[in-house]
Each structure stands twice: as structure tokens, then as C-alpha cells.
């Protein structure tokens, strides 16, 4: 018999149970569950609501039953619908007619709210770990290429001088954004719905802000209508999620090019490639492929429920139940991504001899040669109408800019001199780029030391072992 059978004179179809069930994954939040319920039924107890002796025997009972589930011992079932069910159910089972106080003042509704805001907290606490570990990585690698010199790309055309080290700070840059972000909708959702009832709150003397701080929340949410219906916070994580699996997917497509023989720039370890079951020559960067492509999973997962959420009128409607397989399925998702994409990275070869021949053919100091001309007087579009045509003319003859002869400088213009080769050498356009934020090795180093500063200074006291 379920729970809530007592105003029905017959039982639900089978395929309505089956409809209805959502103890197949929403069994995974049963830490949550029984936390709730033992902060609940200890604020029940402390406000004379229920007897504190039969407070103290629920809440020793809900301790025995999470040992009992993390050991195995336990089988959770369809019957029961959910897990707020199947937990209330086990606890009524085991201490009788005590048990069925737990869900005083108490609404399902309430339940899953704070069950489901306590889950994604600590996946988002796990979350911002895994990027930070990523972050970490880029440094890593960062550090050992910042005079690694490579073109830099516009449309996907070679442009101006950069490093490898300056080309990958950009992405940790990306995720560093996607570290706040997480940390932003974290703090968000950090407001307790428990006590807001099924929507119109409860008569019962409930103290809102002892569950709330019993449970690491901030404080309770304003208002009871609200706090069963939101699910802002669902739909931010799977935003914040979407864009993190975005900058993945774009890291992915760069790595896939590197790792082609056209660009040769990087060589993945044998553990993150795979081969071709008929070309016996081929290793593909799967690992990076599937990356890029789960990013579309993601997104559909925030677009399904988007969709769903779109039309729904206050409070809880039971539409509401498609939200926990969409954000567990891309929570699940961006972790396993992170989890292979860290280490695929860390371990790559960079080959700087293919980044440095890269950087010779692609005329990537002309804006330096202009830029030459400029500090000798001329307007910058005159200067580059002029580096213009010896691009052009280096392309007919099969030169480069460090190749022309004096003379062949001077026919275009009378500014050039000697000089002119100290302006375009590599290195020296390299060196000379010592604007905040630009290539220059120095000033790639001080962004990498900001970014381990800024992964330092970001952790939080649940990372530190504290309570949230």
C-alpha cells in the first residue's frame, strides 16, 4: 500500500507506476534524504512537536539505515515510488508507528527541494575541484613553454606571434570564468527549502533556520510558494555546465587539429589515443572527439528541461520529476569529460620544432615589419599597405620577410634600413609584446602565477574540510 493511498478506493495502473517511479535514479540523493529527515525530525524534536525521545529513536534509526544502504544491505524498491518513500517507509518498517512522525510539517515537495539542492552542492564542490585540477594542469604545462614560439590564429589563419604556453592560458583563462561561475550558482542555490510544505507552509511551530543551519544553508528561502517550485538553480548549474563542456569542446577541436599530421603539433600519449581497426597506421584522438561531442548532450539536457519548465504555472507540478535524470546525466557527463580530458592533456608531447617552422611560414611578423614603419614616421595604413605588397611579393618569389635583401626592402619603401631584420626577428616581436595579457614571456609568466594565486585563493571553506 502506498503512503498517500488513503483518499483512492483502488490501486494505480501498473504502467502508471512505472510512469510515476523515479526511485531508478533518484536513489542517488539517499545521503541526502536521510540527512534531511534527521535534521527535520531533530528540529521536531527540540520544538516539542513530536516527542524528543521519539526524535532521538528516528534519527538513530535513519543513522543505522544509511550504514546499513552504503554497505549494501539494502534494496531499494519501485513499490515505493521514490526515495523519500523508500526511506520512510524503511524507518516506519523498523520502529513502527514512530517512524510515521518523521514527515510532520514535512511535504514531499519541501523534501526533494532540499534533497536535490544538498546533491548538486556537493557535485558542484566536486565540479569546481576537477576544473581547478585542470587549471592546474595548463599551468603546469604552461610553465615549461613560454618561449615556445607559435603563430597565433584569426580564422583559423596564422596571424601574429604567440607561444604555446600564451595559446593555452587562454583556455585557463575559460575555465577560470567557469570556476566563479560554478561558485556563483552554488551561493545562489545555498538557501534552504525545508519547512515550505507542499506550498503554503505549515501551522506547526517549525524552526526554519535550526534545519536550515543544521544542513550548511545560508539561511531558509523567502517564500514557501517559491521554495518547491524554483528550479533556477537546476537549470544555472546545467547553463553553468553547458558553457564549461563548450570551452571543452572547443580545447577538444584545437587538440585534434594539433594532433593531425597537416599541423604536428602535438603527439597524445598511447593511454588517450585509439587505432583504426582497418588502417593499421592511424591514431585518433578519440578521447578529444568525444569530448566535443558530448558537449551537444549536455546542451540538450538544458534545453530539454528549459522546455520543460517553460509553461509550468506555481507551485510544484509533477513535470517537475524530469529535472533529476537531465542534471544528473549532465553533471555525470562533465565530470567524466573532465576526468579523461585532464590527464590527455598533461601528458602530450608538445613539439616545438613544428610550432617554431609554423611560426617562420606564415609571414606572422608582418604586423611587427609595419608596425617598423610606423615608428619611423609613416601612417599605419600607409605602413601597411606597404607590408602589403612585400607579402604579396615574397609569395610570388617564394621568400619571407627575413629573406629579402635590403634592396628589395627599399623598392617599397625608402624608410627601410637595416633595422628592419631586428624588427621582424621572431623572438624579438616575441619579446617586445609586453603588454598585460600579450605573448611575451614575461608576461605569460605573471598571468600563470595569477591564475595559480587566483586557484588558491578561490577554495573554499568545504574545501578546506570545513563545514559548508
Known sequence: MKLWSGRFEKNTDQLVDKLNASISYDQRMYKEDIAGSMAHAAMLGAQGIIPPSEADLIVKTLGEILADVEAGKIEFTEENEDIHMNVEALLTERIGSAGKRVHTARSRNDQVAVDLKMYLRAGIDGMEEKVGTLIAAICDKAEAHTESIMPGYTHLQRAQPSTFAHYIMAYAEMLTRDRSRLADCRARLN???????????????IDREATAKALGFDKPTENSIDGVSDRDYVLELMSCLSILMMHLSRFSEEIILWASSEFGFISLDDAYATGSSIMPQKKNPDVAELVRGKTGRVYGDLMGLLTVMKGLPLAY????????????????????????FTPMFATMTVRTDRLRRAASEGFINATDCADYLVKKGMPFRDAYTCVGKLVHYCIENGKTLETLSPDEYRAVSDRFDEGVYQAIDLMNCLHGRMVMGGPAPQMVKNHIAHTRALLKSRETPHQKGERP
Not at 538557501?191 to 511551530?205: F, K
Not at 557527463?333 to 573532465?338: A, E, G, Y
Open 317 to 340: 507540478n509533477k513535470d517537475m520529476q524530469e529535472d533529476k535524470e537531465a542534471v544528473f546525466d549532465a553533471m555525470d557527463t562533465v565530470s567524466l569529460c573532465l576526468d579523461v
Open 191 to 205: 538557501q534552504c527549502p525545508l519547512g515550505s510544505g507542499a506550498m503554503g507552509g505549515t501551522t506547526y511551530p
